[in-house]
């Protein structure tokens, strides 16, 4: 769920050590790495795309880039985000207009091109989604099976508009961009499944157009005239957010200029999809969950409301133990907690819905979805340092470690379970140009859009050169802080051989040290799993010869290598 990956981390082939005196060190840096605590080390990477640049950046817990890629589309920028996967490709969204075909729309988080990247920075996949009818923005997502899925703002013409009952005397659109949701096969360039908003309609406005009736009465369908807080924009949503739940097979999008977050059901056919029947809940492509905002629907005041433009709304489930407190609760970054605060103030936020699986439906509570109000709140001790007005992210782990990122600030910091800041990085990049240790930096200089920790047995770093290359910022303070990383394989004999390789399908694999039932699991190029079997002894002979040519990947559970095979 949220373009994310495996919950069973493999074991890696370093470990770190971090030395640095005194315990929490506060330093006269003003950019890069501020804070870390010495005594409970972090061990992870950090994965970031700052705006007006073109690179995405892996860095270790000092701040050292270990490794990046570098656009080769010179004037891309994100458009906004890069997800590291399990089988160490880079998935990421950017702009790039020589690559549109005519005009398209420009709004906020807009971008356009979706792209698969090698670990070794070769584009291995790119798929455009930018004319003057759709384009994606934002966010997107890796699902399981390998398919991806793209947020794209949905053109809706003015004769459209009035047909389904859009208040034209009160508001001064004559189009409407909405949103809709493609899932895309990279394997075939083909789009596998569709999700559109402006199929879920429900307006009291004018009772002789589609979709009339009481939007009290229906909190599944969307108020096509809720209009508070697009301020008069085309942009009539604003999704800033996606995430999958495997588990019950639904996505979550954050709408931001409805304040709220909305669940809807992938089961269903892209037809059942358009209408409110199919799929396992049999309410079609109507929302099964929404929350922040009952007065988007009528059944509350704005008083009531709880989310206000929030970003990065997402399952916590990746890196995370199903007996962890917050398994399966919503995560959200809430950019201003409410509007009403002058100085402005950002959290943090936990959010868990009540869901019956007996009914296969979410909880309600006097006309409203549970639950009625947050579990959680993180805030960094210093809360001017989370507020951000846009954009911004959270990471909920399994220790009970939270990482914020407020994007307009570049400020990226780590909280323990006691809510205690141990760690905190300030991009050292202004309008995409490195900038120089002990310079300050103004709000929006380093617009960073989010932040992704991942954690050090994470299996896209298996076999992977990740020594630190040097600092993102100019004249850099190498003796804050220092990593030692230590290669135990290098010291050792591979434990899992392939041979012949390549070969037409017939190969023997060989596995040193194997344990009887240890699992045996092949991945094609997408990272999905084609196979897998226990091991009855060290020795197997595997027959491919049935599967199609092309590159495999092998890992046997309990080993840190991964072994790449080729079918001819």
């Not at 034209?168 to 083909?190: A, C, F, M, N, R």
């Not at 892209?270 to 199919?278: C, D, I, P, V």
Request: glycine letters at 8%; one cysteine or more.
């Amino acid at each position: 769920m949220r373009k994310r990956f495996s919950k069973n981390a493999l074991c890696i082939f370093f470990w770190f050590l971090m030395v640095v005196m005194p315990s929490v060190s506060f330093t006269q840096n003003t950019v890069g790495l501020l804070t870390y605590n010495s005594e409970s080390p972090i061990e992870d990477y950090l994965l970031i795309y700052p705006e007006q640049q073109s690179t995405v950046y892996l860095l270790d817990a000092c701040g050292q880039i270990v490794h990046s890629w570098e656009d080769g589309d010179f004037g891309a920028r994100p458009g906004a985000v890069a997800y590291l996967l399990p089988d160490g490709r880079l998935l990421r969204a950017k702009r790039y207009a020589p690559l549109f075909e005519g005009p398209t729309f420009g709004s906020g988080g807009a971008g356009g091109v979706v792209e698969l990247v090698s670990w070794d920075n070769e584009v291995l996949w790119t798929y455009v989604v930018a004319d003057s009818h759709e384009r994606q923005h934002h966010d997107v997502h890796y699902l399981p099976n390998g398919h991806i899925l793209i947020l794209a703002y949905d053109f809706i013409e003015s004769e459209e508009i009035i047909a389904n009952g859009f208040d034209t005397l009160s508001y001064p659109q004559q189009s409407i961009w909405s949103e809709k949701i493609i899932e895309v096969d990279p394997l075939t360039d083909s789009i596998h499944w569709e999700w559109r908003a402006w199929d879920h309609l429900v307006q009291d406005f004018d009772d002789a157009a589609e979709n009339f009736g009481e939007i009290s009465a229906h909190p599944e369908r969307i108020n096509l005239n809720y209009q508070e807080f697009s301020e008069g924009r085309d942009d009539w949503v604003h999704a800033n957010a996606i995430d999958y739940n495997e588990e019950l097979d639904q996505i979550m999008i954050s709408a931001r200029n409805f304040n709220e977050i909305w669940i809807i059901d992938h089961s269903t056919t892209t037809s059942e999809a358009a209408t409110t029947s199919g799929g396992n809940s049999n309410r079609g492509g109507d929302l099964l969950w929404r929350w922040g905002s009952p007065h988007a629907y009528q059944q509350g005041t704005l008083e009531e409301e709880k989310l206000f433009s929030q970003h990065d709304a997402q399952w916590i489930d990746d890196f995370v133990a199903e007996n962890y407190e917050h398994y399966g609760a919503i995560a959200v970054f809430n950019n201003f907690v409410n509007f009403s605060v002058e100085d402005g103030l950002s959290r943090g936020q936990i959010i868990t819905p009540v869901w019956e699986e007996s009914t296969q439906s979410y909880s309600q509570g006097s006309g409203s979805f549970l639950p009625e109000a947050f579990s959680a709140a993180f805030v960094h001790p210093d809360t001017a340092k989370t507020f951000s007005t846009n954009a911004s992210s959270i990471q909920v782990l399994g220790d009970g470690h939270v990482v914020i990122c407020a994007a307009r600030q570049g400020r990226i910091f780590e909280l323990d379970e006691e809510g205690e800041l141990v760690w905190e990085y300030l991009t050292p990049l202004r309008f995409g140009q490195n900038f120089p240790q002990g310079g300050d930096l103004n709000v929006g200089d380093n617009f960073t859009f989010q932040a992704e920790r991942y954690p050090a047995d994470y299996e896209a770093f298996v076999g992977k050169d990740l020594s630190p290359q040097g600092y993102l910022e100019l004249d850099p303070n190498e003796e804050f802080c220092s990593v030692v990383a230590v290669d135990e394989l290098n010291e050792k004999q591979s434990s899992v051989t392939v041979f012949p390789n390549p070969s037409t399908g017939q190969f023997s694999v060989n596995v040193n040290t194997a344990t009887i039932g240890e699992t045996l699991t092949i991945r094609d190029m997408r990272g999905v799993v084609v196979l897998q079997q226990s091991l009855l002894s060290n020795s197997v002979m595997l027959d491919m010869s049935n599967y199609s040519a092309g590159i495999y990947f092998l890992q046997v559970s309990g080993k840190a290598e991964v072994q790449k095979f080729i079918i001819k």
